[in-house]
């Protein structure tokens, strides 16, 4: 388990710990539970935003399937 030391602004600090009291309780380690889970869901969006922009990425450089190798449907069919 880590340890972080990070710097907060006093505004989001209060908001952040009146709505990690009301979801996770006052009890001891409820403010880093609720931490490891906001920061969870975090990193969990960025990751699936970034897979999304390459998915785009792909999209956008389009399919090649390759030539057809007949002139007409004619000669797919032996009749």
């Given at each position: 388990?880590?340890?972080?030391?990070?710097?907060?602004?006093?505004?989001?600090?209060?908001?952040?710990?009146?709505?990690?009291?009301?979801?996770?309780?006052?009890?001891?380690?409820?403010?880093?539970?609720?931490?490891?889970?906001?920061?969870?869901?975090?990193?969990?969006?960025?990751?699936?935003?970034?897979?999304?922009?390459?998915?785009?990425?792909l999209m956008g450089q389009g399919?090649?399937?390759?030539?057809?190798?007949?002139?007409?449907?004619?000669?797919?069919?032996?009749?």
């Amino acid at each position: 388990m880590g340890t972080l030391t990070v710097n907060v602004n006093n505004d989001v600090e209060k908001e952040f710990r009146k709505a990690a009291g009301s979801v996770h309780g006052k009890r001891k380690g409820a403010l880093g539970r609720a931490l490891t889970e906001a920061m969870a869901e975090w990193t969990y969006a960025k990751k699936q935003k970034r897979i999304a922009e390459e998915a785009l990425a792909l999209m956008g450089q389009g399919f090649r399937f390759g030539r057809r190798l007949y002139r007409d449907r004619s000669e797919l069919y032996e009749r």
